[in-house]
């Protein structure tokens, strides 16, 4: 299954699931937990199915033939040894005079009862469900299509529907944020790198840093041609306020396979891990701007996560404690990713003092400065933080300010986020500061790489479009055609159908984007034409009706109407053919123009291959500069502004235009005036 595919199985899942919803009385926040109970239990059938046959196949006959599989066989195999009544196949099966809804919970109930790590975690409140409604989401996840496939790509349809639920405000619903939008998770695991030992995040949410952080080992093993085993390279701790969401990031890191210790507790009064000075990675997105929090707790008063006679800052909210506990956990050589809102960047009074301490401890890595619509339950922006504890020497006194702001791609008209090729750029620059000379090459390459298999695809569908119409317009020409024929004339696209497009292995940046602009209409003429046709036989279908009923009568009258019906018929079904690859060539192009945008601007910024300071975007700065500065870590006080002039634009015309609107505006103001101190009363 490829990822066009995959995408389009995770959006027809999502679309039947909610539409079922749409049709219910339950909010989104109601429905989040069972549906996705639901798809971890289909998971679980499968990956029960694909590891019974692989294990019945290993074991060997003995004297009494061969022996039963064993709940650690399945354990070996990295699947559960499933009761026949949690089994997805056996709910899909139930009689419709049987309670669904309990047979559901009763499957959970058992799984639960087998594997003591999910006790508590799994939904079992399906009785709050229609049983109709119940019996619909059992057959979406019961297709053909959702059987035949594997964990990873499970792990991507849960990722997907908890984005989706976020999207649609279950977290606001909660009274919180339960999911960090993927391309700020992909920023943080990108720029630290968390490819060993121990990894903490004290605001986990529904797990999503450990989630990526599995994906980067695994393309990280998949490019070295070594072990993909996650749980061998990392261990994975987390800590979560809310049980709700225990249970999702409990959930989510079964659906993944990944082993971890998630408890539920408060962070501001425990840290249930004891992990200060023990973690090699910390990445967390918190809650921002937390009232309330008791300072005058023993636990807070003596907390060794904060800095001495500095630690607890007197402003009512919980950023800066979130900030130093994130130091505090890292070990000599650790790595740390957080999102924090924006005012803790120029915060004042007791956070700046907390703020200069760290700076002067050397550990400030990189700020980079994010825009608004990036969250799915709030529109403000924020910045996200870097600090590394093992910075290489030429680093400790130096900052990379990024400012992000005027980056990224728009999703939707409230939201917004990294593309994978700007999340490339991201961190080109950050290894370049960091010292590795061939970074932004390396990203050139990626860039290059990535077009030509995008433009591979695109090519291979324009490709499949073409030969769809050149069948559909050989059609009424074959021997065993029955009914009338079509008497259009296509013959002067005959050389547009027949090009058969090939992306070469070598093809450069002048030639991918070569490839941009010839993308746009893979069927020029044709469509021209079609358009041309129906236009014509519009026109031919409405003279006919306005013909008399005698006339219409006539034997030259009836073979047109046969004729102008083949050629609506021909017509109908080239516009069909093109809806349908158009629909399926419309994310492909996107993706292609992003790619080829953010690696167009990687060549223009960075022209030589090599890190340089480039206004409005990036700078490196000394630990001199931020304490001139007072100590302000916002990346737009350093950077400055890109001021973009379009040399196409007449900018003395358009504002010769505004001051005589503005002069016409003025003078239609004095004239209400004038007339509102005529009125007499």
């Not at 994978?420 to 991201?426: E, I, K, V, W």
């Not at 790619?595 to 030589?608: A, G, M, Q, T």
């Not at 100590?631 to 973009?644: E, N």
Request: charged content about 25%.
């Amino acid at each position: 299954m490829n990822q066009q595919e995959i995408k389009q199985l995770e959006t027809e899942l999502w679309d039947s699931a909610n539409s079922l919803r749409a049709n219910s009385k339950l909010t989104a926040a109601e429905y989040k937990d069972p549906v996705l109970g639901l798809i971890l239990l289909r998971y679980a059938q499968n990956r029960y199915d694909q590891a019974k046959e692989q294990i019945e196949a290993s074991i060997q006959e003995g004297p009494r033939g061969k022996r039963a599989p064993t709940k650690d066989d399945f354990l070996a195999a990295g699947a559960m040894m499933l009761p026949q009544e949690s089994q997805f196949d056996y709910l899909a099966d139930l009689p419709e005079s049987e309670s669904l809804d309990e047979a559901i919970n009763n499957a959970m109930k058992l799984i639960e009862e087998a594997y003591p790590d999910l006790a508590g975690v799994l939904p079992k409140n399906y009785q709050e469900f229609d049983t109709d409604l119940l019996r619909e989401l059992i057959r979406v996840f019961n297709k053909d299509s959702v059987k035949k496939i594997k964990g990873d790509i499970f792990g991507r349809i849960y990722e997907f529907f908890l984005m989706k639920f976020s999207m649609d405000g279950a977290g606001a619903q909660e009274g919180g944020e339960f999911f960090t939008p993927p391309s700020l998770v992909q920023l943080i695991v990108n720029m630290i790198k968390p490819d060993h030992g121990v990894i903490h995040d004290p605001a986990c949410g529904s797990g999503g840093m450990f989630v990526q952080t599995g994906h980067f080992i695994e393309e990280l093993a998949e490019k070295e041609n070594q072990d993909a085993s996650v749980n061998t390279k990392v261990t994975c701790y987390g800590s979560e306020l809310k049980s709700n969401n225990t249970r999702l990031a409990k959930m989510n890191l079964a659906i993944h396979g990944i082993e971890g210790k998630i408890i539920e507790s408060n962070s501001f009064y425990s840290d249930p891990h004891s992990l200060v000075g023990k973690c090699d990675f910390v990445m967390a997105n918190p809650p921002f701007n937390v009232k309330k929090v008791d300072k005058k707790k023993d636990y807070v008063k003596t907390d060794v996560r904060l800095f001495k006679d500095v630690g607890i800052p007197k402003a009512d909210n919980g950023n800066y404690l979130w900030i130093q506990y994130f130091y505090h956990y890292l070990n000599e050589q650790g790595r740390a990713g957080f999102v924090m809102a924006s005012s803790a960047t120029d915060a004042g009074n007791t956070e700046k003092t907390i703020r200069q301490k760290l700076v002067e401890t050397g550990a400030v890595d990189c700020i980079v400065a994010v825009g608004n619509n990036f969250f799915y339950t709030r529109s403000l922006p924020c910045h996200v933080w870097f600090l590394d504890k093992g910075k290489r020497e030429e680093n400790k006194d130096k900052i990379l300010m990024i400012d992000a702001r005027n980056t990224f791609r728009v999703v939707t008209n409230t939201i917004n986020d990294y593309s994978p090729g700007q999340l490339t750029n991201f961190n080109a620059i950050m290894e370049s500061y960091r010292g590795d000379d061939t970074a932004i090459a390396s990203a050139q390459t990626i860039h290059n790489q990535e077009a030509i298999n995008l433009a591979k695809d695109i090519a291979l569908e324009i490709n499949q479009l073409r030969k769809e119409c050149k069948t559909i317009l050989a059609a009424p020409n074959a021997e065993d055609f029955k009914g009338d024929k079509p008497n259009l004339d296509f013959s002067s696209i005959t050389a547009e159908l027949d090009e058969v497009l090939s992306v070469a292995d070598n093809s450069d940046f002048d030639v991918c984007h070569t490839w941009n602009k010839r993308f746009n209409q893979p069927v020029e003429k044709l469509f021209a034409l079609i358009e041309q046709c129906q236009a014509d036989s519009e026109k031919a279908l409405a003279d006919f009706k306005a013909l008399s009923k005698e006339d219409k009568a006539t034997k030259e009258s009836k073979q047109l109407k046969k004729q102008l019906d083949a050629n609506s018929k021909l017509l109908k079904s080239l516009t069909a053919a093109l809806n349908a690859h158009k629909t399926l060539l419309k994310q492909e192009l996107a993706d292609y123009k992003q790619r080829i945008k953010d690696w167009s601007s990687l060549r223009e910024n960075f022209p030589n291959d090599q890190y340089q300071d480039v206004e409005g975007l990036c700078k490196i700065v000394s630990r001199n500069e931020v304490e001139e500065n007072d100590y302000s870590l916002t990346p737009g006080r350093y950077v400055g502004y890109k001021i973009d002039i379009d040399p196409n634009f007449n900018y003395v015309s358009r504002m010769n235009q505004i001051h005589s609107e503005l002069d016409n505006l003025n003078n239609s103001s004095q004239q209400l005036l004038q007339l509102i101190k005529e009125v007499k009363l």
